[in-house]
C-alpha cells in the first residue's frame, strides 16, 4: 500500500494514538499499530498516560511531530480522563486518519471522543488498504462469520486496529530531534481506579500466551455408552489436563451455560472460558477439541487457530470436513485418562 | 413512565397468581393461526353493534391468550402445497410476494419411482409391474403418470414454508392488538373443574391460565389433546392408530437445475412402496423435499432419516439436487387415521382444532388449509356466541362450532377419506386400490379396517433376504456399539450405503444443527421419559430407537432406549412408535410438554 | 436511591443459524434477512438481566429499553424477551442489521433517549451489551454516552455492585484480568459482557402485562431514518476456509494420546 495514501485524492494526515502501559511502556498492540502506520508514509504521533514523553522516545522513528498528554489523571485506564486525552489530541493534531491498538483502554474512550469529536470511528480492524481512491478497512461481522471492508467519508474518522492482526516491528530509538509537544488538559474524574484482578477461574481462564487451546464441549456432560453421565471424570480429566499441559482452557456455549446456572456439572467452567458465539475468538498456535460437535458457531471461534484437532466420537460431524486438520474418532474419555497418564 | 403502573407488577418480584383470560389457544399451528386470524377480523370489522366485551375482566377488550410450545412461531414443520381454499377464503387478496418461499402451483406431476437398487421390499406384483414400467420410464428410473386424480391435485394452490406462513400470520395477529401468542410457552395440562375444561396449566412454573374457552390445537401430539382424550375417551369407534413420520429438507438447488419455481412433483414407488415423497419448488432457487413414513410400513426398523437420504439420491429427484445445498431440516408426526383419529371436538370450555381433531385429509394428502377452515369455522362460532352473551358450553358450541363443522367440505371430504388408507393394511395393491377407490367413488367404496397387528420381529421381516445368524450378529454388533440397527440392517439388504458430500448428503447429527439448528433450553427435565425401564430393558423392538427423527432416542446400557433432550426435535414419533404398553392404550413413552426443538424458520 | 435505567439493545439472528452476505444495491444484507429467526441480542439481553437485578435491590427503579430494529421482527422477539421482567418498550423501526453504520445508530439511539421526559442524571444508568453480535463493533454504548454527555463509560462489564451509592464495577481487561473501578455516583453508561446471571425464567403474567403497552408502543414505531450517509460496506464475503481434514478411525486411545503428546509437544 506504502505511499497511495498519500498521493490518493484523500491525502489524509494520519494520527497515530497510542498510551501507554502502568509501567509507562508502549506495548505490544501499540507497536502493531506504529508498524502498520510506517508502511503508509507519514504520520504523527501522540501518547496519553504516565511517562508518555519516555515512551514517545522509544517509539519507531519516523513520526513527524509528538503530542503527549502525560499528567497523573492520565496514568490509569478510565474513560473520562481517557477520552478527553484522545479528544485533544486528535483535535490539536487535525489528523483525518487516526490508527489506534484495540486495547480495552482505547476500546472504551475512542468511540467516547469520535462522537465529541463529531468523526467517525470503526473498531476490530483487521486490514487498510486503498481501493481506487479511497481508503477501505478490513473488519469482522457477525462474530467473525462475515469478513467486509468498510469505506466512509467522515472526519476525522478513527480506525482501532485489532490487536494480533499487524506485525509489531521491534521499536528502534527515535534518531530524529523532534520535540516533544506537552499538552495540558483539567480533568477532574468521578472514578477512581481501583487496580485489577485474576478471574476466580485463576489459570484455568483463557490464556493469551498458553501454546495451546484446549475446548471442552458439552459432549462431556452427555449419557455416555453405559446410559449414565460421569460430571466427575469430565472434570478430572479436563482440569488434570489443563493442569499438567499448562495449556488455555476454551469451551463451548452450552456447556457453560449449562455450568453456569447452578447445576453441578462442571462448575468451574465460566462464561470467560467461552469460545464463539458471544464468547472469545483466541489466537493460539494449537487448538484441541473434546466432545464438541462442529456446529458452524463454535468452529467460528476456532478461526484463529492455526493447528486443529479435534476427538469426538462421530465421524462424520462437522469438524471432519475441512475444519480441522486431524479428527480423532474416538472416546474423549479414553484419550484424554491415557494422555493425562503419559503427561506424568 | 413508572414501570409499577405500565406493567401492572413490581420489578422486586415475581406474582404467581392465576391468569384470567377469556379464551386461552394451546398451540400455534394453523388451526389456531385461522382462529385467531379469522377472530380478529371479526372482531375488528366495522359494525353497528356495542362491540364485545371481555368476560373475564369486564371492560377490557376479550382477552386472547395463544401458548406456543416452540422457542418461535415460525419453527413448524410441513412439506405444504395446498389448494389454500380455506386460507383463500380468509385472505381473498393473498399475495404471495409477502410470505417468503410462498408460491403459486404451476406445474404439477405424478411420478411412479422404480428401485435402481433393488434393495425395496416389492411384492411379486410390483417386481413383475416394474419391468414393464421400466420400458415406458425414463432413464432416471421414472414413470410419469399421465394423468393425477382430481383428488390429488393442487391446481390453483400455494406452496409456503408453513414456517413463514406462520410467522407471517402470526405478525398479523400480533399487530392487531386483539390477540397476543407467545412461543417457548409448553402448555403441560388442562385445568380440569368440576368436569369442564376451565383453562391450562403453564409447563414452565404450573401457572394457570384461567380461560372461559380453552381452544386446544396442539396437534396430534400435544399433551393437552392426549390428556383431554385420556379423561373424555374418544367417541365410540374412533381410534388414533395410523400415523406416519413426515420429514423434509429445505434446499438451495444448484445452479443446473432447471425447475421453474412452483413446479410439484408427488412421488410414489420409493424407498419403500409405503413410502409418498414430494418435491415443490419455491421461488429464488429453493426447493422442499419429503417423504412420509407411515406406521403401515410393518419394518421393525423403520427410519425417516435414512429413507430421506435415499429418496433424495432417486436418480430422479438427485438429477434436480445434485450440487445443492442443504437450508433446512425438520420433521414431524402426522396423524393419519383422518375421521376415524377424530375425538370429542369440544366439551364445557374447551374446543379441539387442527390436526389433533382429525381435520388431516389422508386421500388428498392435505392438512394445513384443512387446520385453518376448522380455526376458522371455531372462531365464527365464538364470535357469534360472544355476540350473543351466551356461554361456551357443550351444547353452545356444537349448536355454532361442530355444526357447522359438519356442513363444511371439510366434512364431506373427510367422509370420502374415511377408508382410503385402510387396504395398506393388507397390502400395497389394495392399499393403491383402495384410495382409488374412495377417491373415484367419492368414498362409496373402500376396505373395512382390519383389526391391528402386532408389529412383526426383525428376523421375520428380513427373511429371504436376511438369515437369522445375520439379523442376531447384526443385532450384536450395533448393540455394542449403542447404534441404531436400520443403517447396518438396511446395507445388508441390498442398500447403498450413502457418501456423504457435506452439503446435502450429511450424517443425522449435521442435519440437526445445519438444517434444524435443534437446540434445548438447558436447565429442564427430560420430557421424554420411559415410564417403565424394565419394559425397555425386556423389549425386542426397540422401534423408538429406529424411528427417533433427531437419533435423540439411542441405545444405552443393554441396548435399552436412553434419552438425549438435546438433539429432540418434538416429532412424537416416539410415542405411537413404543410397542410397549404400561396400560391398555398408554405407551411406555411419556412424551411432556417442553420448549426447544427445531429452530429453523424455513420448514 | 432508586435508578433509571436505560438498556440499548438490538436483535440478532438466532445463534445457530447459518448466515450468508448478499449484496444489494444499497450495500449488503444478510441472504434471507427478513426469514431468519431472530433473538435479543445475547450481551444486551445479559445487560438487562443485570438492570433486572438492580432494579430488585432498589425499589422505585425503572427500565426502559431503546430498541433499533425491524418492528415486524422486535415484536416477535419481545414475544420472549417480555415475559421476563417487567420494562417499557422504546422501539425505533429500522434496519437491525451488521451493516448498519455504529455512528449513525448510536446518534438515533442518543436522540430517542433524549426525547423521553422526566430523565434525571442523578439516577441514570445507560446499559448495553459490549458489542452486538450483527455489528460486533463494541462503540454503540460509549457513543451513546457521550453524546447524552455521561463521561463514566464502561466496557465489558461483569459485574456491579453498589457501595454507599457509589457504583463498583468490574470490566475485562487484557490478561484474563478484571478491571475494578469506583464511579461515585450516576450518571454512567456500562456496556455488559456476559455478567453473571442466568436468564430469568419466562413469567406470563409479566409478559401478559408489558405486552399491554408494547404492542401500542410498536405500533407507532416511528422509523429510524438511517441515511447511511458518509458509510458503505463496499465487500461482505464469507470468509474461505477449507482444510484437508484427516479422519483417524479405529486407532486405540493409548496411540491417539501418544500422537496427540507429540503434536503438542512439537
Known sequence: MDQRLMQGKHMEKILVLLHTEADGSLGRAARECLSLAASLGKYDLAISGADASAAANSAEGSAERILCIAADEFAVPRSSTDSA??????????????????????????????????????????????????????????????????????????????????????????????????????????????????????????????????????????????????????????????????????????????????EAVLPFLTHLHQVGQTGSTPRHRKGLATCCHGEEPHVVGWRFINERRAVNLDPNCGWARGKADVLYVADAFEVMKELNALLD | MSIETEAGNDVNGVDAKPLDADIVCVGFGPASAGFLTTLTKLLQAPSTDQPVESRAVPGMPPQILCYERADDIAFGVSGVVTRARAIKSTFPYLNTAEIPLSARVGS??????????????????????????????????????????????????????????????????????????????????????????????????????????????????????????????????????????????????????????????????????????????????????????????????????????????????????????????????????????????????????????????VLTGSGVDEAWLTGRLLAEGVHELWREGLPFTKANLEARYVRRRRTSWLEKESIIAERARNGFQRGILRGFLGMALAGFTSGALGYNRRRDKPARPLEEFYRGRLSAEQVRDIRAACEKDAQPLHDALMEAAGWPAIEFDGQLLVSHQDALLMGGKVQAAPDLPDHVVFRDPDLCAACTNRLCIEICSGEAIHAGENGAPVFDRDKCVHCGACIWNCTQEVAPGVSNVAFCAAPGGLHSAEN | MPYQIIVCGGIAPDPLQTLEPAMGPAGPALKNEMMLPAVFDPWAAHALYEAAHLARQFPGSSIRVVTLAPKAKLQQVMMTVAQKLPFELIPIDGPGGGFTDAVEVSKVLAQAISAIPGIDMSQFLLFGGWESATRGSGCVIPMVAARLGIEDCFLAVDELKIEDGALVIKERVEGGLLQVSRCSAPPAALAWATGSLPEPPNHPQTGMANMRAMMPALQRAKPAGLTGEGFSVPQATLPAQQRQTQVVKDKPAAEISRELLEWIKG
Open chain 1, 85 to 262: 486525552a484522545a479528544e485533544m489530541l486528535i483535535r490539536t493534531s487535525g489528523a483525518t486518519l487516526v490508527l489506534a491498538p484495540g486495547t480495552s483502554r482505547w476500546s472504551r474512550a475512542l468511540p467516547m471522543a469520535a462522537a465529541r469529536l463529531g468523526g467517525v470511528i470503526d473498531t476490530h480492524a483487521v486490514g487498510l488498504e486503498v481501493v481506487g481512491d479511497s481508503i477501505q478497512v478490513k473488519r469482522w461481522f457477525y462474530r467473525q462469520r462475515i469478513e467486509g471492508t468498510v469505506a466512509r467519508s467522515g472526519s476525522p474518522w478513527i480506525v482501532v486496529i485489532e490487536p494480533g492482526a499487524f506485525t509489531a516491528t521491534e521499536a528502534t530509538p527515535r534518531q530524529a530531534t523532534i520535540e516533544t509537544q506537552s499538552l495540558e488538559l483539567a480533568v477532574s474524574p468521578r472514578t477512581t481506579v481501583e487496580g485489577t484482578i485474576s478471574t476466580a477461574a485463576g489459570e484455568q481462564t483463557i490464556r493469551p500466551d498458553a501454546a495451546l487451546l484446549f475446548v471442552a464441549g458439552a459432549g462431556w456432560t452427555k449419557k455416555q455408552k453405559d446410559g449414565q453421565v460421569h460430571f466427575a471424570d469430565a472434570a478430572d480429566r479436563i482440569q488434570t489436563f489443563v493442569h499438567k499441559s499448562k495449556c488455555s482452557l476454551g469451551s463451548s456455549k452450552s456447556l457453560v451455560d449449562l455450568s453456569s446456572e447452578g
Open chain 2, 108 to 361: 404439477e406431476r405424478l411420478l411412479y419411482l422404480l428401485d435402481p437398487h433393488g434393495a425395496s421390499r416389492r411384492p411379486l406384483w410390483m417386481r413383475l409391474a416394474d419391468k414393464v414400467i421400466k420400458g415406458l420410464a425414463r432413464e432416471d428410473y421414472s414413470y410419469e403418470a399421465p394423468y393425477i386424480p382430481p383428488f390429488l391435485h393442487k391446481q390453483d394452490g400455494f406452496i409456503f414454508s408453513l414456517g413463514q406462513f406462520m410467522q407471517w400470520s402470526g405478525q398479523q395477529v400480533m399487530f392487531s392488538g386483539t390477540a397476543q401468542v407467545w412461543p417457548g410457552t409448553p402448555v403441560s395440562d388442562p385445568l380440569f373443574e368440576n368436569g369442564k375444561v376451565a383453562g391450562v396449566v403453564l409447563a414452565a412454573d404450573g401457572t394457570e391460565i384461567r380461560a372461559e374457552l380453552t381452544v386446544v390445537g396442539d396437534g396430534p401430539v400435544g399433551p393437552v389433546g392426549r390428556r383431554l382424550d385420556e379423561v373424555y375417551g374418544m367417541p365410540l369407534g374412533h381410534k388414533r392408530d395410523e400415523w406416519a413420520v413426515g420429514m423434509k429438507m429445505v434446499v438451495d438447488l444448484p445452479a443446473s437445475c432447471t425447475l421453474e419455481e412452483g413446479t410439484v412433483f408427488h412421488t410414489i414407488g420409493y424407498p419403500e412402496p409405503e413410502i409418498f415423497g414430494f418435491f415443490y419448488v419455491h421461488p429464488d432457487r429453493v426447493a422442499s423435499v419429503g417423504i412420509f413414513v407411515p406406521s403401515w410400513l410393518d419394518s421393525p426398523v423403520r427410519t425417516g432419516y435414512r429413507y430421506l437420504q435415499h429418496f433424495i439420491t432417486h436418480p430422479a429427484i438427485w438429477r434436480h439436487l445434485k450440487g445443492g445445498r442443504m437450508r433446512s431440516w425438520g420433521a414431524k408426526s402426522l396423524l393419519e387415521s383422518g375421521r376415524r383419529g377424530e375425538p370429542r371436538l369440544c366439551g364445557d370450555g374447551y374446543a379441539r382444532i387442527g390436526e389433533g381433531s382429525g381435520s388431516t385429509n
